[in-house]
């Protein structure tokens, strides 16, 4: 003979058995994955004038290729967090990560700097044209404020290229030219 569960009973049974595979869900999700700390290394175009600038415009776009990321630890020893192959990236005036590295074997460690370098050659476009190019004066960029890594935290190293009126644009030829732009470093909790 079956039992007739009234509707309050139907929802109390409903939720319990809600509870308990929420519970088993939640236990294998945590023993499934382990704690990862990142830095997550990120880039932007902003609308800022760099020392020097004389053009009249902004680029759309600029091009560069990253080649090494390197953290320098408080004892002087470094961690390649990227290497290998170029890494070619377009940037523009919306954020963007580059590259990540995880950070789970330094926790506890004291980093001085991070250091990320780029081809001295950095390319890009204009209103008239898509071939623009300057170099680099200093191709490696330095974030030089001692941090340390702690377990489950992730930081993002923020590069600002400051690129306002880098491009000087020529109506009455319809032409560019590219002045190299300044950058800006910053490290937050991500």
């Known amino acids: 003979m079956a039992t007739k569960l009234s509707p309050k009973g139907k ?8 509870v308990v595979v929420s519970a088993s869900g939640c236990s294998a999700l945590t023993s499934a994955s382990s704690i990862v700390t990142k830095l997550n290394i990120g880039m932007n175009g902003m609308p800022t004038i760099p020392d020097g600038a004389t053009g009249n415009n902004d680029p ?3 091009q560069y290729s990253l080649e090494t990321v390197t953290l320098t630890k408080a004892d002087g020893t470094s961690v390649v967090a990227y290497s290998g192959d170029a890494k ?7 954020p963007q990560i580059i590259t990540t590295y995880d950070m789970s074997n ?3 460690s004291t980093f001085n700097s991070i250091a990320v370098t780029f081809s001295s050659t950095v390319t890009g476009a204009g209103r008239y044209r898509s071939d623009l190019s300057v170099a680099l004066e200093n191709p490696t960029l330095t974030y030089s404020v001692p941090f340390t890594v702690a377990k489950a935290q992730d930081r993002r190293l923020d590069i ?5 009126n880098t491009v000087t ?3 009455s030829d319809k032409s560019d030219s590219l002045q190299a732009p300044g950058f800006e470093l910053k490290l937050t909790p991500n």
């Open 11 to 18: 929802l109390t049974l409903l939720g319990l058995g809600f």
């Open 169 to 171: 644009e020529s109506d």
């Open 60 to 62: 759309i776009y600029q």
């Open 88 to 94: 070619d990236l377009r940037i523009i005036n919306r």
């Open 106 to 108: 330094d926790v506890g």
């Open 160 to 164: 600002y290229v400051n690129w306002q």
